[in-house]
């Protein structure tokens, strides 16, 4: 005979076992979780991304300063991807991953100032400043909300400024928003703070909203916006609902701030306070992803959630130079420039519980602690999802991605082009520019060098010789160079690019000079 605890405890266990096990079977659709972290590189993180001569994930310096277990064990249940791309800023990122278009398309091709048009002086007028005007625009969230699925954003969204359609992502296919608004980077990451800046005249700015519940309180930002993720979850899997979570935190942007759970793992005199304070919070958006994880796992629910884990642009690490070998170590550059550690980022795929039986998992297996060697670029998303889902392209409607269902299943994609194109037709780091990629080269065009003064208007690396772009061949090589130039013009003009614009308005296409 059981005692009266031990039958409540039998009886607990058992309704946990019955709630789980229906929670866990295989649903008519699975769920997709987009976990993406705003400024975070290929290098930072402790999985090892670039790999060694044999294709093998080589660890380097900055891969041992920073502690990402989750990530770890992310990776050793999916692929990462060693050569993966996004644009140099955030705003034309995250326009390209819910649209499959690149930013020369979309034309939304700079970060979006949230109060007033940053084109640059000498940017293109009619770039798309204000995102998506439509609320008809085939975005990933509306094909999935036509899917039955619950569509849920947390964290930064900057796709339109103040005022405009997509400063909202309830405009844009989701059904619950919470923290997206027009802003960039919060005022600040503390709860104490209410997550905003006070200024002087007692204004208050840069505020996340629908947070007001951890305002004053203890609560950092990152741990905020998870709470909320995992309330959401709960919510779709208890009405039975698939579910697409874009989980967009507004971590590692600055404002630089100690993550105080994670503070006394970085205390050293080596490294700035500032960079200290970046790591910190780094080990933050990994504890972040591996409460989500285990939240999935208690659901039951883990086998049927797809995870892709990916950065928005390069690292914006504290640890040096803007355009030499620092944050990006040893890729050369950081956010916003035209050089690999400005563009490269990392990337995971991953059911979030392997299971060779389940239906969703046949239909898009993913090849396990798996490094894929093959390009991919932040547009594949889109394809992707809408190939495990068997869901039509959009007519008439553009897609610049490609599939990486192959690439998961690790083998490679015959009719994926090797390129990558990045234009930048405004004034940042790297200033006026257009960057592509074409298998093992390079090329970086600059449309106003004297704008540049460390870089001449054309700039070719051989990246499988000079992979961290110390030698710029455009001198040397003057018929390769005229070769992927001529390749870079037509991807400019079949995307419809558009063109910085001289003092006197007039267009500047590139121009070839012997």
Not at 418 to 445: C, I, Q
């Amino acid at each position: 005979m059981f005692s009266s605890l031990s039958r409540i405890s039998f009886l607990c266990s058992f309704y946990f076992l019955a709630v789980t096990t229906s929670l866990s079977q295989s649903p008519t659709q699975p769920n997709i979780i987009v976990f993406l972290v705003d400024d975070m590189g290929l290098m930072d993180t402790s999985v090892p991304f670039l790999t060694d001569a044999k294709g093998k994930p080589k660890s380097h310096p900055l891969n041992k300063w920073y502690r990402t277990p989750n990530m770890e064990r992310l990776a050793s249940l999916g692929t990462r991807f060693s050569t993966f791309y996004a644009q140099s800023v955030c705003s034309p990122s995250r326009a390209s991953l819910i649209t499959g278009q690149n930013a020369a398309r979309h034309k939304t091709t700079q970060w979006i100032n949230p109060d007033e048009n940053n084109r640059g002086d000498f940017g293109p007028k009619d770039w798309n400043w204000k995102g998506f005007e439509k609320t008809d625009t085939a975005t990933l969230p509306m094909l999935l909300q036509k899917q039955g699925y619950e569509t849920i954003y947390v964290g930064k969204a900057h796709f339109g400024p103040f005022g405009s359609v997509a400063e909202n992502p309830l405009n844009l296919g989701y059904n619950i928003n919470i923290g997206g608004t027009a802003i960039g980077h919060p005022g600040s990451y503390l709860g104490k703070d209410n997550y905003a800046q006070k200024l002087n005249n007692g204004n208050i700015r840069q505020q996340v909203p629908h947070l007001e519940k951890y305002h004053q309180t203890d609560t950092f930002l990152t741990d905020a916006l998870t709470i909320e993720a995992k309330k959401e979850i709960d919510k779709a899997v208890a009405n039975k609902k698939p579910f697409f979570l874009q989980m967009a935190h507004y971590a590692v942007h600055t404002p630089f701030t100690f993550d105080p759970a994670f503070k006394e793992h970085y205390a050293t005199d080596k490294m700035s306070e500032d960079a200290q304070k970046f790591a910190s919070m780094v080990e933050g958006i990994d504890h972040s992803l591996g409460q989500i994880m285990d939240e999935l796992e208690k659901l039951g629910i883990a086998q049927n959630t797809l995870i892709l884990f990916l950065g928005d642009n390069g690292s914006d690490a504290p640890l040096g130079p803007t355009h030499e070998v620092s944050s990006s170590a040893p890729l050369r550059g950081k956010k916003g420039t035209h050089y690999e550690g400005g563009m490269r980022i990392p990337f995971i795929a991953a059911w979030a519980k392997p299971q060779s039986n389940n239906q969703w998992q046949k239909k898009m297996p993913i090849k396990q602690a798996a490094v894929q060697p093959q390009l991919g670029t932040i547009m594949d998303i889109y394809p992707t999802i809408l190939d495990l889902l068997s869901i039509k392209k959009p007519k008439e409607y553009p897609i610049d991605g490609f599939s990486l269902a192959a690439n998961l299943a690790g083998k490679p994609n015959v009719s994926k082009p090797a390129t990558f194109l990045m234009h930048f037709p405004h004034d940042h780091r790297s200033k006026y520019f257009t960057s592509y990629r074409n298998g093992e080269w390079k090329l970086v065009y600059h449309y106003f060098p004297e704008l540049n003064p460390a870089h001449t208007q054309f700039e070719l690396f051989n990246l499988s010789t000079d992979p961290y772009e110390q030698n710029n061949l455009a001198p040397t090589m003057p018929k390769k160079l005229r070769q992927i130039f001529d390749l870079m013009c037509k991807q400019l003009e079949n995307e419809g690019a558009l063109y910085p614009m001289d003092k006197n308005g007039n267009v500047l296409k590139p121009q070839f000079s012997e």
